[in-house]
């Protein structure tokens, strides 16, 4: 059963990126997500963005479902189901944040709770990194692969030279599948405890239909959010993925 | 005290991975058998790849009555299920690979191929939209149910059962005509529909579906019960289940072994060990020392 | 805002209480209109008396989902009956006096009767049990339905009401097989059956009954959708329909009214007057300012 | 949905009267009613006649059912749903209870919980009185129609000298219908509030299926017990009730 809510506010976070907020009673954890139908048009997960009253959703334009939300004005409505799936798990300690595109979505409401952080926020350009505003006060290090603001390079280098120099307890990390990959291998090597959150092409988001399953783990309820034991032992994180018909397709 | 022989096949218990819930990837039934389910029935498979219909493609009910999904028979294609089903078997259990088509050919050479796959059985799956009836399935045509079954029972040496629709005012002829199976599945999901008010859209993108869980119980249970006192092929039920009790009640209707789809999203993938614990515990204070006493036992007067 | 005119009858709102839940006394039925409903649907009332099947003849569900009925089409038989419709008729909203039997003769009989009695319309519960079909009901026979409502259509004045069973394959079919009724109700009750496993018996003394209530609303609203979409004659829903919500989702399937019946048990007699403000609200919402314009309109794609 | 409970202890009350203890976690009130089934055999209403944990049905034995059920042993098991309906309202002042037969099951648990109050037992004969030992503290006041304990008469025209000598607040009985409707009657004479718990036919017990209506009113969820204002109004109390098809009969 859908609960319909409304957009209240509207903002540009980046190239393509907008941010919808919206009241909702319901009281997710950071990493969670909902599902958002747009009738007529299309179902998909979103991460939660902003977990208050004043719920929100940072949103990617993509293909024709993203495209179409991204036409909608404030006072337009959602139809949401939700929130699903595990999200992170706070621990004591120091953690380092990797953020990897509109994988910020995701860690955004993480950051906040967290009291000892390194954050880093990634992008391939200067114009898609999201959330630099919202964290500014809490001197996020920036990374992009073509130098136009902070670090250039990849966010993994960035966190390995992190890794290598401090003691962290934690790592957490979202973004694109071939860096959350990378994070993990690095964090394996580092002897660091990970948390990241996957994505995968979902249909039901309440664990039956079997089409977000990575090595038998379904995204949608046993994760999104994994840790180190599993992600370790994931040999398709990365490398394989499931098409809409469930067959498995490389991940290029 | 749970376990049950079916066609030949050891099941540890009789708690059946229901086709189409969590049964598309080898790995995943893998983990759905080491979470305890006594068998696994794959997601139907059908000769081509199919990507099925967009989402949204399920509508959760309230109170936990159920679920309405039309995912459309998607899947991979038989070609490339080879692979799942040898992932599968290592779990353990009885793989019994569930096929779908619209026709005697089409069936044919679905339960050959997952018979050189490695499968325990076949499941046919008779629901899918008839080329000729408006709105109806392949399942209510009784000359094509009776073909199809026994046209792959002369094609394969593994147990066939056939999977029945509920939608139908003619339950007992059709599953006549199915009786040369070496089991019957009883149920199918029922057709349904539920509109978003608020959208004034159905919420399924095919806007037909079909409703699974606690609600269709008592469909299922008056199926298992209509048809297991009519004819001798054994029966799976199917429809509902979502406790030891359940599954006792579909047992007492006639079932020897039943299958659980959408308990799986009510009480996670641990259901089965917890079914069958409930069962044990009733069976305990009731004195009954294997499930077989209770098949059927609701059909005395 | 909510009222409605079909087959020339005015109501003042879409609600109507089904046939079967608290209906047989004429007292009863003025209480219920008082209590806020539209109009009232009779028991189903056949030619002799018949005191239906021994207890139990209800069998609730857990959660709200409904109930399970076999009370066996029990009533005080057709020659007393003209005393009640008397009495309710006092209730100030249209009665619409339910009947059923086996045959055209039978129901003819029984419509001109009614009639006479002064009720506002007539229904046909074609859901008997059918004379030739094992576990087949009268209206699953395409010709016996075409025959039984165009016999009372000519043989009354009043509307005619065909109410048509969801257990079937060829609901369509069934449907146009009654076009020419004024209307068609839909649906009745689902086959179904619950077994108590500690007594290892179905719980209602005939096995068998009939579902009801919120568990089978999707069927019913998809039963609906189909029909409507298909057939130009109105179509009234019924089935679990328990609040403002539910009632807007049938008629947005494409029913001009509604009836409730289970909803009674699940929310007392006042829930005609509760689903009628629910429906207000939302359409005070929804800037809606008749019933009318939201007839189908989840039919538009 | 049933509960199935054991028959803990049986005892002997009157000629054909026995009382089953078990034990059920339900609270219900003095007056309300259980729907009993006994599989195979039938399936009927019964009042509540002890409501602490281990609860009590007193069954008068009348036919096929109530024959069985005097057949059972302790360790059988009865199928209950329940409890249904409206049960005693307990208003403060002085209270006349009557009770009459088998009617006595439906008033014990509420005499044990009023304060002040006089109690009518009557019966036939000596040997149908109901529950003289249970209430033997209170001093009830015993009424047979042959004369062979206590007052001989009705109990109603016993009923009628306590009204006129006393100043009572509320009259509450059970009992066969011809007394109950005689006991409304009196009570509007002298001015009295009255609440009676009615029997009719039933086969719900769930307010859906009219069997047990008296004047549209249902005995199993408006009643079963009912007061004055609604009492006075029931033109078909002690007159008219309905059979089992719900045709009219006239009470004779
Ligand atoms: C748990 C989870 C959380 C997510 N959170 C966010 C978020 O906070 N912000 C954000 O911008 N994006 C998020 N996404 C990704 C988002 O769901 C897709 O970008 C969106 O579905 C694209 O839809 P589309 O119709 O625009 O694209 P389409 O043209 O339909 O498809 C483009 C690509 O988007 C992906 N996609 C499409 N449909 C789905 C689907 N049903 N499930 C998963 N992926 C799909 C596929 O990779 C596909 O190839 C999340 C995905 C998951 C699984
Ligand atoms: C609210 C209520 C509370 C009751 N409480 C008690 C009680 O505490 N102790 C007690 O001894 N009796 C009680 N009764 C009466 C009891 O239900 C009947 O005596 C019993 O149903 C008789 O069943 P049978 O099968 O033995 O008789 P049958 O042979 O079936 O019928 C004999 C007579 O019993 C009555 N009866 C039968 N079935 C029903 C039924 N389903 N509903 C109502 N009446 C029926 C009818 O008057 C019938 O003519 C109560 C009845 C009601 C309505
Ligand atoms: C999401 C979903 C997908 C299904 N897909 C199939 C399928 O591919 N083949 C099939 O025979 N049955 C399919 N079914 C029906 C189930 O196998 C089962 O018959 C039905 O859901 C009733 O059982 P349940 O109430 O335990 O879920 C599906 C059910 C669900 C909920
Ligand atoms: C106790 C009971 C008795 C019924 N009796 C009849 C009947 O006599 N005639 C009839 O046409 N429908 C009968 N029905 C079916 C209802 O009219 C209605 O079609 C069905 O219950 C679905 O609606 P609901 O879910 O609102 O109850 C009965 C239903 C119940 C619950
Ligand atoms: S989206 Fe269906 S199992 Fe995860
Ligand atoms: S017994 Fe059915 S309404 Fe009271």
């Known amino acids: ?43 998909f997960p979103m991460s939660i963005s ?30 949401i189901r939700g929130p699903y799936g595990n999200g992170f798990e706070i621990r004591a300690g120091k953690a380092l ?18 009291e000892n952080k390194d954050i880093i926020i990634a992008a391939k350009s200067k114009d898609e990194l999201v959330f ?28 390995e030279e992190l890794l290598a120099k401090n003691d962290y307890d934690m790592v957490y990390t979202c973004g694109p599948e071939p860096m959350m990959s990378a994070m993990v291998q690095i964090a394996k090597k580092y002897g660091v405890e990970i948390q990241a959150s996957l994505e995968r092409f979902m249909k039901c988001g ?47 | 005290m749970l376990s049950v022989s079916l066609n030949g096949m050891f099941f540890k218990n009789p708690l059946i991975l229901a086709s189409g819930v969590l049964d598309e990837s080898g790995d995943t039934m893998v983990r759905i058998a080491r979470a305890g389910a006594g068998g696994i029935v794959t997601k139907s498979i059908g000769s081509e790849e199919r990507v099925g219909y967009p989402n949204p493609v399920i509508c959760e009910l309230p109170d936990g009555m159920g679920i309405i999904n039309a995912v459309g ?20 259990v009885p793989v019994i690979g569930s096929i779908f088509g619209s026709s005697p050919e089409e069936f044919v050479f679905l339960a050959k191929k997952m018979e050189g796959y490695g499968v325990d059985a076949v499941e046919l799956n008779l629901s899918c939209p008839h080329a000729r009836g408006y709105g109806m399935e392949v399942g209510t045509d009784k000359g094509l149910v009776e073909e199809i079954v026994s046209e792959v029972k002369k094609a394969v040496r593994v147990p066939v ?3 029945l629709t509920p939608n139908t005012h003619s339950l007992i002829e059709i599953a006549k005509s199915a009786s040369a199976a070496d089991a019957l599945v009883l149920i199918n999901t029922v057709r349904g529909m539920a509109i978003d008010i608020d959208a004034r859209l159905p919420v399924l993108s095919n806007r037909l579906g079909g409703l699974s869980g606690p609600c269709i119980k008592p469909i299922g249970v008056r199926a298992v019960y209509e048809v297991s006192s009519e004819l001798d092929t054994p029966v799976v ?6 406790s030891g009790r359940d599954a006792i009640e579909y047992i007492m209707a006639g079932a020897k072994a039943v299958e659980v789809g959408t308990a799986v999203y009510l009480r996670g993938i641990s259901v089965f060990s917890q079914i069958a614990r409930e069962m044990e515990e009733w069976m305990l204070k009731n004195d009954v020392g294997s499930i077989d006493e209770l098949v059927g036992v609701a059909q005395r007067r």
């Open chain 1, 1 to 43: 059963m859908y609960r319909v809510v409304e957009i209240k506010e509207i903002v540009d976070e980046a190239k393509n990126v907008k941010t919808f907020r919206f009241e909702d009673e319901s009281r997710p954890e950071p990493g969670q997500f909902y599902m958002v139908w747009l009738p007529g048009i299309d179902e």
């Open chain 2, 73 to 92: 028979l998607a899947n991979p294609g038989i070609d490339s299920y080879g692979d799942e089903i040898k992932i599968a078997k290592k779990g353990g």
């Open chain 2, 237 to 242: 039920g199917v429809g509902g289940i979502t």
């Open chain 2, 161 to 163: 059962w056939a999977k």
């Open chain 1, 97 to 114: 944040v990797v953020g990897g595109g509109s994988g910020m979505a995701t860690l955004a409401p993480l950051i906040e709770k967290l």
């Open chain 1, 50 to 79: 902003y977990i208050g009253n004043l719920k929100g959703f940072t949103v990617k334009k993509i293909g024709a479902g993203t495209s179409r939300m991204h036409e909608l004005h404030v006072g337009d409505r959602l139809w």
């Open chain 1, 206 to 252: 309440i664990g039956i239909c079997d089409s977000c399953s990575i090595n038998g783990y379904r995204v949608c309820v046993d994760g999104p959010v994994f840790k180190s034991s599993i992600l370790f032992s994931m040999t398709e994180l990365g490398k394989v993925r499931r098409a809409p018909s469930g067959k498995k397709e490389e991940l290029g």
């Open chain 1, 132 to 159: 630099l505003n919202r964290f500014r006060d809490l001197k996020p290090i920036i990374a992009t692969d073509d130098g136009s603001m902070g670090y250039r390079g990849f966010a993994t280098d960035l966190a």
